[in-house]
């Protein structure tokens, strides 16, 4: 899937890594700390137009602390009116830390145990350099008291974070009881898992990654959890279509999809198909609900199908599913199928059967809940599309068990069902059967609109029959996807976006992606 993206750390591999250059390359602390801080002091320059009238810079006593009090010292020496506040006696430091503290003092940097409400509607800037990584459960005593404080008094100030909002468990997002709520976060070398897990995600603002002298080999090289979707890579993904290209070359992909009151969810898929880029859309779907999409789609090839005596998907079909497959690039079983026993026999026999790349979303998750040989048994590239409550119906687990750590959970589905496994929610994960873990970057509260799950399997099918390698049309259609819908907000705000806005949108999304954006 490329070898060049950003790798997100776990706490531990972070601490590991900061060790190792430390203890063993002989990087000094304070040469990481000074580069640390001055990146935080650059971003919160770029923040605030202009020089601030009054910037609070909140320490902790570890070396985020000495983040913080780099950022300050700097910012003091270019003509900031800063104030530190420090709630620990120096003797609590952190030796480097505790260095830092002995610079800013050298300058006349102002430092306060404490500070008053009037001083936080003051300020122009917050910098949040209490906690960092190191939390790993509720957040007590005085450093609550402060993050509660500078939480109520919002006023018009800028709050930004070092590596993560204070209060942030680094690796599960999780927040206890209490965490700073940032505009911007200063992460330092590499994202951290918490920045991207809900909540956390919440809290972190907008968020960038400082540089801050680890070795770039040495990263390439290291342990890590999960890789981040760059917009360089992605569009790499892009498929290309030549100038000589025809339907027939730039992929053709099946959609087995709809019942009786669900025809819509069949609709989105195939005109997502269109928009993602496939030369010709056939939908199966029973025979009796062709006439009342045949105007609708106007594009798409219909291939009516038996049904039940319900109205849904007949086991009979089957065999004549099975014929479109040489036909096809890539197919797409699921939206709108309805949960009917029959038809449930119905997709898992063709789910063991189909011989091609295999789209599995929606209903036809739940009919592989019931026995999901069908999945395992595959061969040929298989990609299923849950949502937190379908995850916890396919491993047998709670809701909450599945959304408790999203990457353990959607690495044992991986693994259990053979299957690259797009994990939606936030963050959205893209996991292969090999234990690699892709992150969308770009979620949106805009998604949360019914049919975006079958906007996005359509996508994915459409860049699959286009020739884009498995994992890599999952983890495309979820950037391309979010980006749309990025740029619908960017025009007319987060609501009233239907998931026909976000198709419409696809193709822009694209093109601004080839163009560099």
């Given at each position: 899937?490329?070898?060049?993206?950003?790798?997100?750390?776990?706490?531990?591999?972070?601490?590991?890594?900061?060790?190792?250059?430390?203890?063993?390359?002989?990087?000094?602390?304070?040469?990481?700390?000074?580069?640390?801080?001055?990146?935080?002091?650059?971003?919160?320059?770029?923040?605030?137009?202009?020089?601030?009238?009054?910037?609070?810079?909140?320490?902790?006593?570890?070396?985020?602390?000495?983040?913080?009090l780099v950022a300050a010292r700097i910012l003091q020496e270019r003509g900031w009116l800063v104030l530190v506040v420090l709630p620990f006696p120096p003797g609590d430091l952190s030796s480097d830390a505790l260095i830092m503290l002995s610079r800013a003092i050298t300058v006349n940097v102002p430092i306060?145990?404490?500070?008053?409400?009037?001083?936080?509607?003051?300020?122009?800037?917050?910098?949040?350099?209490?906690?960092?990584?190191?939390?790993?459960?509720?957040?007590?005593?005085?450093?609550?008291?402060?993050?509660?404080?500078?939480?109520?008094?919002?006023?018009?100030?800028?709050?930004?974070?070092v590596d993560i909002p204070s209060g942030i468990d680094a690796d599960s997002g999780a927040v206890h009881n209490t965490a700073i709520r940032a505009e911007c976060t200063v992460t330092l070398a590499t994202p951290k898992l918490g920045l991207l897990n809900y909540p956390g995600s919440e809290y972190v603002g907008s968020w960038h990654v400082?540089?801050?002298?680890?070795?770039?080999?040495?990263?390439?090289?290291?342990?890590?959890?999960?890789?981040?979707?760059?917009?360089?890579?992605?569009?790499?993904?892009?498929?290309?279509r030549p100038e000589a290209a025809h339907k027939r070359s730039v992929g053709w992909m099946l959609v087995v999809a709809g019942s009786p009151g669900m025809t819509g969810a069949a609709a989105l898929a195939c005109r997502s198909g269109y928009r993602s880029g496939a030369g010709l859309v056939r939908l199966a779907l029973p025979e009796q609900l062709v006439p009342a999409l045949n105007a609708q789609l106007t594009e798409v090839?219909?291939?009516?199908?038996?049904?039940?005596?319900?109205?849904?998907?007949?086991?009979?079909?089957?065999?004549?599913?099975l014929a479109e497959a040489?036909?096809?690039?890539?197919?797409?079983?699921?939206?709108?199928?309805?949960?009917?026993?029959?038809?449930?026999?119905?997709?898992?026999?063709?789910?063991?059967?189909?011989?091609?790349?295999?789209?599995?979303?929606?209903?036809?998750?739940?009919?592989?809940?019931?026995?999901?040989?069908?999945?395992?048994?595959?061969?040929?590239?298989?990609?299923?599309?849950?949502?937190p409550g379908e995850m916890a119906r396919l491993l047998g687990i709670t809701v909450t068990e599945a959304q408790a750590d999203r990457i353990a959970t959607a690495k044992a589905a991986a693994i259990k069902f053979n299957a690259i496994v797009v994990y939606k929610g936030t963050p959205?994960?893209?996991?292969?059967?090999?234990?690699?873990?892709?992150?969308?970057?770009?979620?949106?509260?805009?998604?949360?609109?019914?049919?975006?799950?079958?906007?996005?399997?359509?996508?994915?099918?459409?860049?699959?029959?286009?020739?884009?390698?498995?994992?890599?049309?999952?983890?495309?259609?979820?950037?391309?996807?979010?980006?749309?819908?990025?740029?619908?907000?960017?025009?007319?705000?987060?609501?009233?976006i239907t998931a026909s806005d976000i198709i419409e949108e696809l193709p822009a999304a694209m093109g601004e992606l080839e163009r560099g954006g």
């Amino acid at each position: 899937m490329g070898e060049k993206l950003m790798k997100i750390l776990s706490a531990k591999q972070m601490r590991a890594l900061d060790r190792y250059c430390i203890d063993d390359l002989k990087i000094p602390g304070v040469m990481l700390m000074e580069r640390a801080g001055q990146a935080v002091a650059n971003v919160a320059t770029s923040m605030y137009d202009g020089m601030s009238s009054m910037t609070l810079v909140l320490c902790g006593k570890g070396n985020n602390g000495g983040d913080g009090l780099v950022a300050a010292r700097i910012l003091q020496e270019r003509g900031w009116l800063v104030l530190v506040v420090l709630p620990f006696p120096p003797g609590d430091l952190s030796s480097d830390a505790l260095i830092m503290l002995s610079r800013a003092i050298t300058v006349n940097v102002p430092i306060r145990m404490s500070t008053t409400d009037e001083e936080l509607a003051e300020a122009d800037v917050v910098i949040d350099a209490l906690l960092g990584t190191g939390i790993y459960g509720p957040v007590d005593g005085v450093l609550a008291e402060l993050i509660d404080q500078v939480n109520f008094v919002r006023g018009g100030r800028k709050v930004l974070a070092v590596d993560i909002p204070s209060g942030i468990d680094a690796d599960s997002g999780a927040v206890h009881n209490t965490a700073i709520r940032a505009e911007c976060t200063v992460t330092l070398a590499t994202p951290k898992l918490g920045l991207l897990n809900y909540p956390g995600s919440e809290y972190v603002g907008s968020w960038h990654v400082a540089a801050i002298g680890f070795p770039i080999e040495l990263i390439a090289e290291w342990p890590y959890e999960a890789e981040l979707t760059e917009s360089a890579e992605a569009r790499s993904w892009l498929p290309v279509r030549p100038e000589a290209a025809h339907k027939r070359s730039v992929g053709w992909m099946l959609v087995v999809a709809g019942s009786p009151g669900m025809t819509g969810a069949a609709a989105l898929a195939c005109r997502s198909g269109y928009r993602s880029g496939a030369g010709l859309v056939r939908l199966a779907l029973p025979e009796q609900l062709v006439p009342a999409l045949n105007a609708q789609l106007t594009e798409v090839v219909f291939r009516p199908m038996p049904a039940t005596a319900s109205g849904t998907l007949s086991f009979t079909a089957v065999a004549q599913l099975l014929a479109e497959a040489s036909e096809v690039d890539a197919a797409l079983i699921g939206p709108g199928l309805s949960r009917n026993r029959a038809t449930a026999i119905a997709v898992r026999q063709l789910v063991s059967k189909w011989p091609g790349p295999l789209v599995v979303d929606a209903d036809a998750l739940s009919a592989v809940a019931e026995d999901h040989t069908c999945l395992s048994c595959r061969t040929a590239p298989t990609i299923i599309t849950p949502h937190p409550g379908e995850m916890a119906r396919l491993l047998g687990i709670t809701v909450t068990e599945a959304q408790a750590d999203r990457i353990a959970t959607a690495k044992a589905a991986a693994i259990k069902f053979n299957a690259i496994v797009v994990y939606k929610g936030t963050p959205a994960l893209v996991v292969t059967p090999d234990g690699t873990v892709r992150v969308n970057p770009h979620g949106s509260p805009a998604l949360a609109t019914a049919g975006s799950g079958d906007v996005l399997a359509g996508s994915i099918t459409a860049l699959l029959a286009q020739g884009t390698p498995p994992a890599a049309a999952a983890s495309l259609a979820l950037y391309i996807g979010s980006m749309a819908a990025n740029m619908l907000t960017a025009r007319v705000g987060q609501h009233g976006i239907t998931a026909s806005d976000i198709i419409e949108e696809l193709p822009a999304a694209m093109g601004e992606l080839e163009r560099g954006g």
